[in-house]
């Protein structure tokens, strides 16, 4: 492309002096073309009246598109205030232009960036800029924590059950949402669990501030938040959701505003959190990677070997997935299986197993392709065309026979009481320990919090004899059905109540261990190619098989 400038002139109202005219500025830049740049192909784009404070003027704008356009192989300017006198404008600008090869001109300070020179400084002129764009962060920082330590707002979202005060400048309590704070604490206290406060809030339809739907994560933070009990905390990440910062470097400040529930209330449900933190990191994070849920379930749907099991690299929150590989192709024995995660395998299993829960008392009024669609209900099962062998399924007594498990009703009826008699010894533990606390250590309870304790733990402790009393009455059955089974799990709830089951979720509420004895204990056999599940067949006998697409 030949050359062609584009010239641009600009003046404010303040600086109408003859040094600093549109004519002369006109004229300098058309004999610099001329006689510098060698070319009479030029346009001349001009903005009289406006300030360089920013970029927003309509000649800098039309001239800024059609360059953009590939229309101009040169900027030629005066000064480069003539641009912006923000250097920050001016850096954007500069590097749109070096992206597209336009060449920048400034005839005053004598450069030009098709020169090394020119080059050169305009990166200092780049990394004063840099400076000022630190500064300017500096500045801000110190005046929002400034802010910040008078208890004043600094513009972040507003938090669910709160409202904006015009007045105030300050949240306050919104009626409206407010119950659902005091519903989500409420019964946290009493579950312990967010994933079925998670199901609990989307099952009544109610939204959260962003009128979504709620996820374990969101429900975390509520309970997180020390803002719901009147105090404010600022600087308490790096920007963007990032790291926690240094405790010595947080602004927190007590009774700062009205909150929605108790500071009791708070303190207990974060003990609660802290204590299933604990839990958890047994169940799936560093301490206890080494369980894998589906080891020895798995089979390769082309070699028809065993996928072993491995541990993943460890996600950014500590968390460290299982992954599964085909015996075959790691002893080189022409397998091309490819490694299949069991996030897929968890999420697909635990689902499926969910919707046969779910369909069990209305089976039998669902014709084959109902029967499908509420089997291969969930984001998990989109690829799936749908079940070969649904008309057989159909056609059976599929509440009655198919999910009747044919195995020794002893062994079975053993596994029940061996779970409950674990159950047992644990709350009989725990009477022990509360009255040896209450006992021994003046200062660790009140007689009115002892009396209280005692009773629950006594209620849950005569619950599971309850349950050991049925087992040994019915212990000579032949005929065991799965969904007994899956009730002596804790994870049944889940999974008949939840409707999109998260597999990380589950392993954080309900561990890896019990996941696996539950998985061992109903499935026989997950056959895998293409890294998907082709079909699964479970102990009593059900063996279900899936139509993917491609």
């Excluded at 305009?122 to 924590?145: C, D, H, P, S």
């Excluded at 996928?307 to 192709?329: E, H």
Aim: net charge positive; with cysteine.
């Amino acid at each position: 492309m030949d050359t062609k400038v584009a010239i641009y002139v600009r003046v404010s109202t303040h600086h109408q002096i003859d040094k600093d005219s549109l004519p002369l500025q006109k004229q300098d830049l058309i004999n610099y073309a001329n006689y510098v740049l060698n070319t009479n192909n030029y346009e001349i784009f001009e903005d009289a009246g406006y300030s360089a404070k920013n970029t927003d003027r309509p000649g800098f704008q039309n001239m800024m598109s059609r360059i953009r356009n590939n229309e101009f192989t040169h900027l030629l300017v005066w000064k480069i205030d003539r641009i912006s006198r923000n250097l920050l404008d001016f850096c954007d600008m500069y590097n749109e232009l070096k992206k597209i090869n336009v060449t920048f001109v400034s005839k005053n300070e004598q450069f030009d960036t098709s020169s090394a020179m020119g080059e050169a400084m305009l990166k200092i002129i780049l990394v004063f800029a840099e400076l000022e764009r630190k500064l300017t962060g500096e500045r801000v920082t110190a005046v929002m924590l400034d802010r910040a330590t008078k208890g004043l707002w600094n513009g972040a979202p507003i938090p669910l059950g709160y409202i904006w005060d015009k007045i105030k400048k300050f949240p306050v309590i919104d009626d409206a949402e407010k119950n659902t704070i005091e519903l989500i604490y409420n019964t946290y206290l009493k579950v312990k669990s967010t994933t079925a406060i998670r199901s609990l809030l989307n099952a009544n339809n109610i939204k959260t501030k962003r009128n979504g739907t709620w996820t374990t994560k969101t429900i975390s933070d509520i309970i997180r938040n020390p803002f719901y009990k009147g105090t404010y905390r600022y600087n308490y990440r790096e920007p963007g959701r990032g790291k926690v910062k240094s405790e010595n470097e947080w602004v927190v400040i007590e009774d700062n505003h009205k909150g929605i529930i108790s500071k009791e209330l708070w303190r207990k449900c974060n003990a609660i959190m802290d204590e299933n933190a604990k839990r958890n990191n047994a169940a799936g994070f560093r301490a206890n990677g080494k369980v894998h849920v589906f080891a020895g379930l798995l089979e390769c749907g082309e070699c028809h070997n065993n996928l072993y099991s491995k541990q993943d690299k460890p996600n950014l929150d500590g968390f460290i997935p299982s992954v599964y590989v085909c015996s075959g192709r790691y002893n080189h024995l022409g397998c091309n299986q490819k490694t299949i995660s069991d996030n897929y395998v968890g999420t697909f299993i635990f689902n499926f197993i969910s919707n046969i829960l779910k369909t069990q008392n209305k089976i039998k009024k669902l014709d084959s392709k109902l029967l499908e669609k509420a089997l291969l209900n969930g984001n998990v099962f989109k690829d799936i065309i749908g079940i070969e062998n649904i008309e057989d399924l159909q056609n059976k007594s599929y509440a009655s026979n198919v999910l009747k498990n044919k195995k020794n009703a002893n062994e079975d009826n053993s596994f029940g009481l061996e779970v409950n008699k674990k159950e047992k010894a644990k709350y009989e533990r725990a009477l022990e320990r509360l009255e040896d606390l209450y006992l021994f250590d003046d200062n660790a309870m009140s007689e009115k919090d002892y009396i209280i304790r005692k009773k629950k733990i006594a209620e849950k402790l005569n619950e599971v004899n309850e349950k050991l009393k049925e087992l040994n009455t019915f212990a000579d059955e032949q005929e065991i059905n799965l969904l007994s089974k899956i009730s002596s799990f804790t994870l049944s709830k889940e999974l008949l109540n939840a409707y999109n089951i998260h597999y990380k979720e589950l392993i954080l509420n309900i561990g890896r261990n019990q996941l696996k004895d539950f998985a061992n204990t109903i499935i026989d056999k997950i056959i895998i190619k293409d890294k998907k599940i082709l079909n699964i067949k479970f102990k009593n006998n059900l063996k279900i098989s899936f139509v993917h697409r491609g």
